[in-house]
């Protein structure tokens, strides 16, 4: 008899994670219930007698958030939860505190991230966003727009935090001949020069001394607004502050007010504090803020991607196999 599986969340998000291919790879190692198992589920549902022998769960975003008591009673043979998505934040801890593990995608989501935000650093410095605007002016020139702007040539780059998606956009940037500095509380020095990158020993410091800086820090408590005006006001003429990590690390008066101080200055957010801004924001109407709704992360047929990852560690897992992407506590401490 195989054991049984569950997806949890809804039919739309998880035919959009799993495809197709996958959805058949794991009916043939798992005896799957026919139910979507959406977080509205849970809420609307009071027997769930059904759940009792499940032992993985298949997911993704909008995963239901239950606590230790719920689980215990409702699937007190829980293995493992293959989450195809990336942080794990917002509802693993009490999977965790019952001994189940959590495996989750940010390895893949971390991939389509990486390759956006190492494209922005490199329109970044060219001064892509600063003359945006400006190329419908009359007064426009292309060498008037050139002046400011380094290029990427022996130009300094700055990475805050680097953690699997900082260490891909470090990566990406090798291509380029780059002076890439770091600020990372975590990074060793042996792992700093493992990358060739220059750590640094703060985010003042960073901003003052890089053309552009991107944020990866890990979203949590002690990393609520530690990106404030001493970082801003740093900031070059010309420079560039670029996220697509979280909003939550800035202060977003501060960044604000700088960007108003010097208006050649720009900020590329693919992330705000809340999200989106709040109706009235100055973000919405500034010409040097650009704003994206978090697209950075994986899209359309990148979502994909994240299933496969799952797929092969549920794989992996039942084999007995090593794994590549199971969460533990220490990684909750700096996981974004």
């Given at each position: 008899?195989k054991?049984?599986?569950?997806?949890?969340?809804?039919?739309?998000?998880i035919c959009?994670?799993?495809?197709?291919?996958?959805?058949?790879?794991?009916?043939?190692?798992l005896?799957?219930?026919?139910?979507?198992?959406?977080?509205?589920f849970?809420?609307?549902?009071?027997?769930?007698?059904?759940?009792?022998d499940?032992?993985?769960?298949?997911?993704?975003?909008?995963i239901?958030?239950?606590?230790?008591?719920?689980?215990e009673r409702?699937?007190?043979?829980?293995k493992?939860?293959?989450?195809?998505?990336g942080?794990?934040?917002?509802?693993?801890r009490?999977?965790m505190?019952?001994?189940?593990?959590?495996?989750?995608?940010?390895?893949?989501?971390?991939?389509p991230?990486a390759?956006v935000?190492?494209?922005?650093?490199?329109?970044?410095?060219?001064?892509?966003?600063?003359t945006?605007?400006?190329?419908?002016?009359s007064?426009?020139?292309?060498?008037?727009?050139a002046?400011?702007?380094?290029?990427?040539?022996?130009?300094?780059?700055g990475i805050i935090g680097?953690?699997?998606?900082?260490?891909?956009?470090?990566?990406?940037?090798?291509?380029?001949?780059?002076n890439?500095?770091?600020f990372?509380?975590?990074m060793?020095?042996?792992r700093?020069?493992?990358?060739?990158?220059?750590?640094?020993?703060?985010?003042?410091?960073?901003?003052s001394?890089c053309?552009?800086?991107?944020?990866?820090l890990?979203?949590?408590?002690?990393?609520?607004g530690i990106?404030d005006?001493?970082?801003?006001?740093?900031?070059?003429?010309?420079?560039?502050?670029i996220n697509t990590g979280r909003?939550?690390?800035?202060?977003?008066?501060?960044?604000?007010a700088a960007?108003?101080d010097?208006?050649t200055?720009c900020?590329?957010?693919?992330v705000?504090?809340?999200?989106?801004?709040?109706?009235?924001s100055?973000l919405?109407?500034m010409?040097?803020?650009?704003l994206t709704?978090?697209?950075?992360?994986s899209?359309?047929?990148?979502?994909?991607r994240?299933?496969e990852?799952?797929y092969d560690?549920?794989?992996?897992?039942i084999?007995?196999?090593?794994?590549?992407?199971?969460?533990?506590e220490?990684?909750l401490?700096?996981?974004?």
């Amino acid at each position: 008899m195989k054991p049984k599986g569950i997806y949890m969340g809804t039919h739309e998000a998880i035919c959009n994670a799993f495809s197709d291919e996958i959805q058949k790879k794991i009916s043939e190692k798992l005896d799957i219930l026919p139910t979507f198992y959406s977080a509205d589920f849970f809420k609307e549902q009071s027997d769930l007698s059904e759940l009792k022998d499940v032992e993985y769960i298949f997911s993704t975003w909008g995963i239901a958030k239950l606590d230790e008591a719920t689980l215990e009673r409702i699937m007190p043979k829980l293995k493992a939860v293959f989450y195809a998505a990336g942080t794990v934040q917002q509802f693993a801890r009490p999977f965790m505190n019952r001994g189940v593990k959590i495996f989750s995608a940010w390895g893949a989501n971390a991939v389509p991230v990486a390759e956006v935000t190492a494209s922005e650093i490199l329109l970044a410095n060219k001064g892509f966003f600063q003359t945006l605007h400006r190329g419908g002016s009359s007064t426009w020139t292309e060498h008037d727009c050139a002046k400011p702007h380094p290029g990427n040539y022996n130009t300094n780059v700055g990475i805050i935090g680097a953690g699997m998606i900082g260490t891909l956009v470090i990566k990406a940037l090798k291509n380029y001949k780059l002076n890439i500095k770091v600020f990372d509380p975590f990074m060793s020095d042996e792992r700093a020069n493992e990358l060739g990158v220059k750590k640094v020993s703060s985010l003042p410091q960073l901003f003052s001394e890089c053309h552009v800086i991107s944020n990866h820090l890990a979203n949590n408590d002690k990393t609520v607004g530690i990106i404030d005006k001493s970082c801003f006001d740093r900031m070059d003429n010309s420079a560039v502050f670029i996220n697509t990590g979280r909003g939550r690390q800035v202060v977003e008066g501060d960044m604000i007010a700088a960007l108003k101080d010097v208006s050649t200055r720009c900020a590329v957010l693919d992330v705000t504090y809340p999200e989106p801004p709040e109706e009235g924001s100055e973000l919405y109407t500034m010409p040097n803020v650009f704003l994206t709704p978090h697209m950075a992360g994986s899209i359309g047929n990148e979502v994909q991607r994240m299933g496969e990852y799952m797929y092969d560690e549920f794989t992996a897992f039942i084999d007995g196999q090593p794994t590549k992407y199971m969460v533990t506590e220490k990684m909750l401490e700096t996981m974004a």
